[in-house]
């Protein structure tokens, strides 16, 4: 081995290992302890590590994983269909690239949904014959935790659909901005230690033994997506947001079916400006194929679906720490 690839296999490992401690501390003890921009720019460098030397690409890599543990004291779900992360794009450059490059490959797309990226957890709700019988958390996307008994307790998530179908949906559950505050606030009078954001007070919230401390946190969901599109009449995900609203989910309304960058620069640049005005954090936009079967044939990786892409808003505050590694490539 030469100096040079020793040097990267070095920075590789560390870069490898630092990204699983804030994992675990972010996923596990719900209490990261950077930023979410850092964790990115790590996880990016890392990516481009593994583009130049794909020898190197370790199975326990953050980059092969859905990221998240189950904690002990929860029955674990088995995810047959496995709930996946999103690939994400820092400007509206690489969104362009990604774009082009999928119209490329496909000719046949021809229009996007945007959606707001919600801050919260990924969720499954599971129904048989229109009642729900379990509800769990993505864990590492094949395992994940069952918390049926406190998703039981959120107001918006329907324990019985309009119609009697057996159908497992996903989606996100988050913390309004208000109901983060107030609980910031009780658990400084309390002497307890604050959460971070209202994503990891969601995360700390629904993964209770006690389910009427969920109760009390007030949180809420929006459904964007199904395990098996089978079980759905519509065949685009604009259509799939409209039919899961009918079945009694609350789906974010902001949703928009675009086709071309210009429209998704427009969506960014509205959702931008009135981010500080919705009363639940979002951290960016997600841009989907709009037609399913095209979603499928599309496909996806070990961890990302390839037909969509998440956008992520520049961080708020930039934190200056960065790794303490020396770049070497
Ligand atoms: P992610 O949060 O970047 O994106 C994927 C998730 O987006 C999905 O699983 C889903 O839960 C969510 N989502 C919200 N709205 C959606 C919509 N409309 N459609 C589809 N999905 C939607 O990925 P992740 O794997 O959950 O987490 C990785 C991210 O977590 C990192 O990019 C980083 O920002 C953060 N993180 C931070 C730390 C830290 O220490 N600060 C550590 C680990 C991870």
Known sequence: MTDQSNDIQTEYNKLKDQLKTWSRQYYQEDSPSVEDH??????RRLQEIE????????????TQNVGGQTLPGFNK?????PMLSLG????????KDFIDRLDKNYPEINEYNCELKIDGLAISLRYENGILVQGSTRGNGTIGEDITNNLKTIESIPQKLTRPIDIEVRGECYMPKSSFVKLNEQREKDGESVFANPRNAAAGSLRQLDSKVTAHRKLSTFMYNVAN????????????????????????PTYRVIK?????????????????????GIDGI????NDLSLQ?????TVKVPKWAIAYKFPPEEVETKLLDIEWTV
């Open 51 to 62: 583009a130049s030397h794909p020898d190197l690409i370790d199975s326990d890599s953050p």
């Open 77 to 81: 779900v088995n995810h047959e269909i």
């Open 260 to 280: 071309n960058m210009d429209d998704v620069h427009d969506y960014i640049e509205y959702y931008t400006q009135r981010r500080d005005e919705l009363s639940y």
């Open 296 to 300: 499928e044939q599309i496909g996806t």
């Open 88 to 95: 994400d794009v820092f400007s509206e450059e690489e969104l």
């Open 38 to 43: 850092v964790y990115d720019m790590s996880y």
């Open 286 to 289: 997600v841009i989907k194929e």
């Open 229 to 252: 599109y089978d079980d759905l009449e519509t065949n685009t995900q604009a259509g799939l947001l409209e039919e899961l609203k009918d079945l009694g989910f609350t789906i974010n």
